[in-house]
């Protein structure tokens, strides 16, 4: 069993930058991909970023790339969101995922956090 705990979300203002943290415990933690999705309400869970177990393999959504960094740290068990020149259109929950590919497909992940709320005003 994995839990996995976000922080970092809140209120920034377009063009800001905001960084999501996602703390994983548990067990064999570093055998899994990691990745974030965002929702808002009345829409489908969209991906934006997966990252692979060592780090060296990203993918991002059309709609982040350039300006959205994921990285991990395993020896802390802690995967990132670097949200750089955020927009309107960002606003969102984000969720934290754990899983077995690296996908962006949401059936890929096993364990999923609660979410941290990110509002960006314009």
């Known amino acids: 069993q994995v839990q996995l705990i976000e922080s970092g979300g809140g209120l920034v203002q377009t063009g800001g930058s905001l960084r999501l943290s996602c703390v994983a415990s548990g067990r064999h933690l570093t055998a899994y991909t990691r990745g974030w999705f965002r929702q808002v309400p009345g829409k489908e869970r969209e991906f934006v970023a997966t990252?692979?177990?060592?780090?060296?393999?990203?993918y991002y959504a059309d709609s982040v790339k350039g300006r959205f960094t994921i990285s991990r740290n395993n020896a802390n068990h802690t995967v990132y969101l670097q949200m750089n020149n955020v927009k309107p259109e960002d606003t969102a929950v984000y969720y934290c995922?754990?899983?077995?590919?690296?996908?962006?497909?949401?059936?890929?992940?096993?364990?999923w956090g609660r979410g941290t709320q990110v509002t960006v005003s314009s």
């Open positions: 995922a754990a899983g077995g590919a690296v996908a962006s497909a949401a059936r890929h992940y096993i364990y």
């Open positions: 990252i692979s177990r060592g780090g060296g393999t990203t």
